[in-house]
């Protein structure tokens, strides 16, 4: 739903990077996503193309890094993959899970000239 | 020109880039990478760190109430505010798409408010909270209450600066909310299970939901109350009287 302003953001911040890393086109943009961000890639892709429209990035590229959910087993204190917040622990059943990765929206690296 | 972030430069300076791209010549520049590494919120985490900051320094108490629309967050608000004042300065900042009704009806209960339309936005953002922050009135050691856009979905990205977010879910809905929309559930430190004077007419498993709702927040704490009836709102009232801003960074 909010892939719009994300995209608002990740704007933002290339302008801002464009004045102190001092150039004035970005041609792709690499953002790391996170299997449970919340952030629909489609949308994302589709919202960023309206958005950088005639501006320093218009027509870059969007390369989308996706990053696989992982929590932190309290009852058999090893790292476990899971694909939804209301997931058990594959191993053992349980729910005392502590998400360790898996949230992240992060700008990674732009190419630019 | 505002002065906590200088918004209203903004315009100038992007039009400024623009017009930079357009004065290289062709061939002159060749690509390169350039390494990032921030967050794509960290604007708003920024402004989420400074409304935490000016809060936490006043003493202010801030709540962040989501839910989904209808779940009855407006007279939740009304109900508490009724019964509370005297005892403690609160203030209400209110976010709507459109209209002023809500905060409307939190001024009938003479509490201040402040409505914020967010227009086609689907959550309020800390830099919309920063501005209200600097036009509501509210007294050191309050209670803020502020009354997310009605949205199970894109708030709960959003830090506002607040100590706590509360989520109300009604029993009206569905008793699966907490796993079919777990990210809010996840960010949510107390869940009130609103409307629980309907329960003889509905089929809503409260234990499936309380279950479903632990699941994504182990940690999770429930309340179950009726806004209408005033049914377990004393429990909700110790709740408010007891918790304890945060303490200044």
Redesign the interface.
């Known amino acids: 739903?909010?892939e719009m302003?994300?995209c608002e953001?990740?704007l933002?911040?290339l302008?801002n990077?464009?004045?102190c890393?001092h150039?004035?086109?970005v041609?792709a943009v690499w953002?790391e996503i996170g299997a449970?961000?919340?952030v629909e890639v489609d949308a994302m892709r589709f919202c960023f193309d309206v958005i950088v429209r005639?501006?320093?990035a218009d027509g870059a590229k969007l390369e989308i890094i996706e990053i696989p959910a992982q929590a932190w087993c309290l009852d058999c204190a090893q790292t476990v993959s899971i694909q939804?917040?209301?997931d058990?622990c594959p191993h053992c059943g349980s729910?005392?899970?502590q998400?360790i990765q898996g949230d992240e929206?992060?700008?990674?690296?732009?190419?630019?000239? | 020109m505002c002065t906590v972030c200088g918004c209203g430069t903004d315009s100038a300076e992007h039009s400024l880039i623009r017009g930079h791209r357009h004065s290289h010549a062709a061939g002159l520049s060749s690509a390169r990478m350039v390494q990032i590494e921030q967050d794509i919120l960290g604007k708003n985490n920024q402004y989420a760190a400074q409304n935490r900051q000016w809060l936490a320094e006043r003493g202010i108490l801030a709540l962040n109430l989501v839910s989904s629309p209808g779940s009855g967050k407006t007279t939740l608000l009304t109900e508490t505010l009724t019964r509370l004042q005297g005892n403690m300065p609160m203030a209400v900042i209110e976010g709507d798409q459109q209209t002023s009704n809500d905060a409307d009806r939190i001024r009938a209960t003479g509490v201040p408010a402040l409505q914020i339309n967010t227009g086609k936005g689907c959550h309020l953002d800390a830099h919309m909270v920063g501005h209200a922050l600097e036009a509501l009135p509210i007294a050191n050691g309050g209670i803020l209450f502020i009354e997310n856009v009605g949205n199970l979905v894109c708030p709960a990205a959003f830090d506002l600066g607040e100590a706590y977010k509360v989520v109300i879910l009604s029993v009206t809905e569905g008793e699966d909310k907490p796993i079919k929309y777990p990210d809010m559930f996840h960010a949510a430190n107390l869940m009130i299970l609103n409307k629980i004077d309907l329960l003889p007419y509905l089929r809503f498993d409260v234990a499936k939901c309380e279950e479903y709702a632990r699941r994504v927040n182990p940690t999770i704490q429930i309340l179950h109350v009726s806004a209408t009836s005033g049914v377990g709102i004393g429990g909700w009232l110790d709740w408010l009287i007891c918790v304890k801003p945060p303490v200044p960074a």
Do not use: C, D, P
């Not at chain 1, 929206?105 to 000239?113: H, N």
């Open positions: 739903m909010h302003s994300l953001s990740v933002q911040v302008e990077e464009a004045k890393q150039f004035s086109q041609t953002l449970m961000s919340g005639n501006t320093l939804q917040r209301y058990a729910y005392q899970l998400v929206m992060r700008i990674k690296e732009l190419e630019v000239k």
